[in-house]
């Protein structure tokens, strides 16, 4: 790597000359300087960041730790969001992967600090608590996707009880009366919500909420979490009032019980309504029919995070703030069939 002496010798200037058009000095002429960034522009030399923290000036560096978000496609709009935010101010992105590693977590945090980071945001594949150790005074943290037991960092959440009100109201609306339930991990915080928003509008309605209806369509107990979902759909499909429309705990459980549906003599939306979760484009739009569902505000969390980062004057008091997805209604619902 070239260096500021070698800049020097290349301009035939001294290397106090390099170092005052570096810093932005004023009292250097325009030839010189011009000689200077030729220099560093045929050397590819480029100044220490390091260096120009310690004259004062703002490297303007937001960092990102993520667990295995770089790789999953549901999830990567967080990033998406907060380079566009980035690049709009004019910030660079530095990003780590932690891997859901504490250690890994612990080094990275060390590693943006000696960059002088402006903030360092975390986010999470999928809304869970986390505990987080270091403090933050001087360089601040803002969670996306994750929270605290005790609120202590900005704090960036979908609203997944919205979401699931919307879309069991949308069901409502269409005059289903059985809607079935079928929920991810009961040990998910996102689980509980949207069985609250579920719930809630069939009280908004003035409908009981029939628990029956209610089952989970995942499992851990085998290398295929949905394996358990043709059982589950045989028995709420021989109840007596069998549901008319199914809100699925995703797209990925949609997809498998559109296919379970079919094999059962089921039309979609013809004799069922079939709802998902995520808004996973990759499955919704190439689903026959397309696939009503919400989606996860992953790229406007992504832009908000990145905008407490940058401006660090509105976390000075942690606050927990919740983003609603959109109710994207497609092909898979329809009325209720008597």
Do not use: W
Not at 32 to 60: C, H, I, N
Not at 141 to 169: K, R
Not at 193 to 207: S, T
Not at 245 to 262: E, F, Q, S, T, W
């Amino acid at each position: 790597m070239s260096s500021i002496k070698d800049v020097a010798a290349k301009a035939n200037v001294s290397i106090k000359t390099v170092s005052r058009v570096l810093s932005g000095f004023a009292g250097v002429s325009s030839k010189t300087k011009e000689k200077v960034e030729s220099a560093m522009q045929e050397l590819e030399f480029y100044p220490s960041a390091a260096a120009q923290s310690l004259r004062g000036r703002d490297k303007g560096i937001v960092c990102l730790i993520t667990e295995k978000l770089t790789t999953t496609p549901d999830s990567f709009d967080i990033i998406a969001g907060i380079q566009s935010e980035c690049e709009k101010q004019g910030k660079l992105l530095m990003i780590g992967e932690s891997g859901g590693s504490d250690e890994s977590f612990s080094r990275l945090v060390d590693d943006f600090r000696r960059q002088r980071a402006e903030a360092i945001i975390f986010a999470t594949v999928y809304r869970r608590q986390v505990k987080i150790k270091q403090s933050f005074k001087k360089c601040p943290l803002i969670l996306v996707n994750c929270f605290e037991a005790n609120l202590s960092h900005p704090t960036i959440l979908p609203n997944d009880y919205l979401g699931a009100y919307q879309i069991t109201d949308e069901l409502i609306a269409k005059k289903h009366r059985k809607i079935a339930y079928l929920t991810l991990f009961e040990d998910m915080p996102a689980t509980q919500l949207r069985l609250d928003g579920y719930r809630k509008a069939h009280e908004a309605a003035n409908l009981d909420v029939d628990r029956g209806l209610i089952q989970v369509g995942v499992c851990r107990d085998s290398e295929d979490e949905f394996s358990n979902l043709p059982e589950v759909l045989r028995t709420l499909l021989s109840r007596q009032e069998p549901p008319t429309a199914i809100c699925c705990g995703n797209d990925k459980m949609a997809m498998r019980v559109y296919m379970l549906i079919r094999k059962l003599g089921f039309q979609i939306p013809e004799s069922i309504s079939i709802v998902g979760y995520d808004n996973y484009k990759l499955i919704a739009e190439n689903l026959l029919p397309k696939l009503t569902t919400v989606s996860l505000p992953y790229f406007s969390m992504g832009q908000r995070a990145a905008q407490l980062a940058i401006n660090k004057q509105q976390v000075t008091t942690p606050e927990i703030i919740e983003i609603s997805g959109e109710l994207v209604l497609r092909d898979s619902h329809g009325y209720a069939t008597s």
